[in-house]
Structures are given as C-alpha cells and as structure tokens.
C-alpha cells in the first residue's frame, strides 16, 4: 500500500490530497503541518485582521475534510530534515515518518533584512494566521503603525489597519507602490486612493532602525527611515516580501534555484520527490520559463498535479503565471502576466486612461500576443483578455480595441468568438 507524506498542509497540500484520492482510495497519507490547523486561506488575512472575517469563513476547507480523505494530520510539528536514501521526514521531536512518494508544500516565508530593533515587542511579519491573530490582539492599544513595504502584502495591511482606526504609513524603499506589478500611472491611481483614505506613503526610503518607547525600551516606540526622520509608531509589520521556504532540501540533492526546481509533472531532480505552491519554480507560461509563483490558485492547482502524479496518474501542468486580483479601498484591480515590462523595445503597450473615473486598462503584447494586462476601476471583461493571452491567441486584427473602454466578446472575430465560446483556440 503506497505511502505518501506532505510537508505543508496550505493550498498545495490539500490540492495533492484531493488528486491521490482520486485515484487511490487505499494508500496512506500523512501531512505535517506547523500550523494548528493548516486549510485556512491565507489572501483572507488582512480581512480577519480587519475583523470583516470570522476564522470560520477563512477556512478553505472544513475541519472534516482531513478526516474524509484518511488523513493522519501532524500538526505544531515541523519537519527539519530529510533522508532520501532511507526515505524519511525528520520531525522538530526526533520523530522520523517514512515515505514512498514525498511532496514539498513549505511555502515561503516573510523576507525580513537585518534591522536594528527588529526584536522589539510591536514587530510582525505578515504571512501566517498566528502573524494576523498576534497583530489583531495588539492593534486594540496601538494608534500608529508603519508598514514597511508597499507591495501587495503591504498595502492590504495598510489597509485592514487603517480600517481598525489606527493611523498609517507606508514605507516604500522604491519610488512608487506596487512597483513591480503597476506602471506609473496605475500606480499613482492607487497611491492617490490610499492617501484619500488617510494613509501616509513614503517612497524612496526604507526602515533603518526601530527605536523602544522612552518608558519601555523593550517595545516599539517609532522608526528611524534612511533620511534620518522619525516616525512615531506603537506597531511594526514588515511586509518587503516572501522567499521559498527550500531549507528542508539544503544539503540534500533536490536541486533548488530560488526554489526548488521541477518539471511539468512537478518531480523534482529526486525520485519519488515533488514540490508545488511557492517553495517550488513552476513553469510561467508568458515568460516560457520556470520560476517562483507565490499564488494561492496557482499552489493549489500545482499540487493537484503533484498529487495525480505521485498516485500514477500523468499528468502535465500546464503552466501559470503572476496575477493579482485585488480590491484596494474600493478599487478593484487586476494585474496580470508581464504587466510592466522593463524592456520595451520588444513590447507593443496599449493604454486607455480615464482619470475622471480613476479607469485604467493596460495591455502588453509581444508579437501581436497578450503577455500582460492591468485592468483598474473596470474589471468586467478581463476573462476574455486572459483567456486569449493564455492561449496565445493572435490579436493582430483587432488588437487596437482590446484596451478601449467597450471591449468585449463582440470584439473579436466571429471564428474566433465561436472557438472561444467552444472552450478552445487554435
């Protein structure tokens, strides 16, 4: 009776769960956990930390779920080292858990550079429930918070805290927010929003030092930027960034990049060895090439594929890539692809702009091919813009309206249409 074990118990582990059932009833499955209880979605933080989620609604799958799939739990424990010879999971007690088939589901962890104070009681990451509980049970005596970092993790938190009523700021080492998702323009319609909404932006600077109160050194009493300013604060959330949790693979021969590498089966160099969600550099379909993806659906689908592999059933990912659906103050936004292309010599870039109506749509493309798209204030027809851009539609045509306020189905060619509408391109 096979015996598969999963190391992670988030989106790419219950994904592999779900496929190996499917096809086999029968083999036994362990998955280790650190957290308490692992099937809570984590893009719903900032919403319970806002207290506009309850933990019940954040749970992806129900507490039964582990039960009705037969699987043996770990949870609190973390797994510390590996055997690939002998084939077993080390656990934090000594405790060893043999396997046959082994998926890597660890994640990333908060990306946090050496700081000055950053051990001071008022610090917090932002990856993690017991991260969100931790800050929610403080944010009750906290007025002032800095956010260090304006990406997308960043700007939710932001948010969630200035909905707690406290006052916020935004420390951006880069000149904009959203940077690397967002061009200019789109990124000043967001900044424009959170500052309406009383948020404070800095750009340009970073966090050199976290300073202690004058009655208690031991917590957060302000930041010191790198002009030498300081800012006033009871709490700290560093949010500059995620990387793959790979230190479990260190010193074995899984081969890792940024992550851990693997093929479309999602096997990595070793045997009997996968990896999915954001330890893992899955293939990007626009960029033609593997790299680290830390998206919730794209963890879940990769573990899926994990899981029916590991199980005997073939089966090849299909490839994701970055995209950020997001709604920020009020405004939904979605980004996708190479939405801000760095060289634009080798990119055609449609824009529309109504900044009456704060409605921006952004379109790349390469070789009259969709590679990447923002879409701000206006989301509706977005579907039919990916879909062609993940199935490398040529647009040449009608590429022209494709970013005007009134795109949609009718837009396009009545062949096309009619194969779109079928569920397929040429």
């Known amino acids: 009776m096979p015996r598969y074990v999963i190391v992670g118990g988030s989106a790419g582990g219950i994904g592999a769960v779900e496929a190996i059932r499917e096809v086999d009833p029968i083999g036994t499955i362990t998955v280790i956990s650190g957290e308490p209880f692992p099937q809570y979605s984590r893009p719903m933080l900032a919403d319970f930390l806002s207290g506009e989620a309850a933990l019940e609604k954040m749970k992806y799958r129900d507490d039964e779920f582990w039960k009705r799939n037969r699987v043996e739990l770990l949870t609190g424990k973390e797994a510390v080292s590996l055997n690939l010879a002998e084939k077993y999971v080390e656990l934090d007690h000594r405790e060893r858990i043999d396997f046959e088939k082994l998926l890597i589901a660890t994640g990333g962890k908060p ?27 403080k944010v009750e005596k906290g007025k002032k918070a800095v956010v260090i970092g304006g ?30 998702i967002l061009d200019e323009p789109a990124s000043e319609i967001i900044e424009n929003t959170i500052r309406e909404a009383g948020v404070k ?54 081969k890792t990049n940024r992550g851990i590498i693997v093929d479309k089966f999602m096997r990595t160099s070793v045997p009997d060895v996968y990896a999915c969600g954001d330890v893992a550099e899955a293939y990007d379909f626009v960029m033609d090439e593997n790299r680290s993806l830390p998206l919730w659906p794209i963890a879940h689908l990769g573990g899926k594929v994990a899981g029916y592999n590991m199980a005997g059933k073939k089966t090849e990912y299909q490839g994701g890539t970055s995209m950020s659906a997001l709604k920020y103050f009020g405004i939904p936004m979605i980004s ?81 249409r009619e194969r779109m509408l079928m569920g397929g391109l040429a």
């Open 111 to 137: 990306f946090v550079p050496e700081m000055k104070g950053a051990d001071k009681d008022g610090v917090f990451a932002f990856t993690t429930f017991s991260d969100a509980e931790r800050l929610a049970a």
């Open 151 to 180: 990406g997308l993790i960043g700007v939710s938190v932001a948010e969630a805290l200035c909905k707690r009523g406290l006052e916020v700021t935004i420390v951006e080492l880069k000149d904009r927010i959203l940077n690397l």
């Open 201 to 254: 932006i800095v750009t340009g600077e970073t966090v050199q030092q976290i300073l202690g109160r004058c009655d208690n050194d031991g917590a957060v009493g302000a930041v010191v930027i790198t002009n030498g300013k300081q800012l006033p604060c009871d709490l700290v959330v560093i949010a500059i960034g995620v990387v793959p949790r790979t230190e479990l693979v260190a010193e074995t021969e899984v």
């Open 336 to 416: 996708a692809g190479m939405a801000n292309p760095k060289d634009d010599r080798t990119h055609e870039t449609l824009t529309y702009h109504n900044a009456e109506r704060n409605l921006y749509k952004k379109i790349v493309l390469r070789d009259n091919m969709i590679v990447g798209m923002t879409f701000i204030n206006q989301i509706e027809r977005v579907g039919t813009i990916f879909y062609l851009m993940k199935n490398r539609a040529n647009v040449k045509e009608f590429k022209q309206v494709l970013a005007s306020e009134n795109f949609g189905l009718a837009a396009l060619p009545s062949p096309m």
